[in-house]
């Protein structure tokens, strides 16, 4: 049996539920999230929560999908009703960020700012050096944060970038910290 494929969903108060023989559709107070479904998974919903089931729960490729598809389930529910969000921190003499709508302009230390469209279902929020991206979905969040950052890495050596709040950034020592062995 799958530990985690096997666990209930607690369906929450203001939150539908709706599933056919190939989606799960979960519409909340943030949005409305769809979910295709693989051909060996079942979703069913009985006394406000949901069961997601396999096959043939003895394949270990049907009990990977059965995890994958409780999480996937899971997540929207979440996400429905909490969201998920990502802050990114964006450091360098220069450096700066702007939202206006569902655009972010960003002066990175390019000849030209950046412009960067948020997709739909994204906000985008700016508080001195710290982007967050929020949203309903968690895949879209996190692809979108991940292509901020991508924007410009943080590098070694002073650290100049765009990077995640809770992420460390490994730093080097630079030529003066190489020559001071030798006389």
């Not at 309903?136 to 944060?145: C, L």
Request: overall charge positive; hydrophobic content about 40%; some cysteine.
């Amino acid at each position: 049996m799958s530990r985690i494929g096997k666990q209930l969903i607690p369906i929450p108060n203001g939150v539908q539920f709706t599933v056919s023989e190939q989606e799960v559709r979960v519409k909340g107070p943030k949005g409305e999230l769809v979910q295709a479904l693989h051909p060996l998974v079942r979703c069913m919903q009985e006394n406000g929560t949901i069961f997601v089931s396999v096959l043939n729960p003895d394949e270990k490729n049907q009990r990977a999908l059965w995890g994958l598809f409780q999480r996937l389930v899971a997540n929207m529910v979440q996400g429905v009703t909490v969201g998920f969000s990502k802050s990114l921190e964006v450091n360098g003499v220069g450096f700066k960020v702007a939202v206006s709508g569902n655009q972010l302009t960003l002066s990175l230390g390019f000849s030209h700012p950046v412009t960067f469209v948020l997709p739909q279902g994204v906000i985008g929020m700016v508080e001195k050096n710290v982007i967050t991206v929020s949203g309903a979905d968690k895949q879209v969040v996190g692809e979108t944060a991940a292509r901020i950052r991508a924007l410009k890495k943080p590098e070694p050596y002073k650290g100049k970038g765009i990077k995640y709040t809770n992420e460390s950034i490994r730093r080097k020592a630079g030529k003066a910290g190489k020559a001071g062995g030798k006389k």
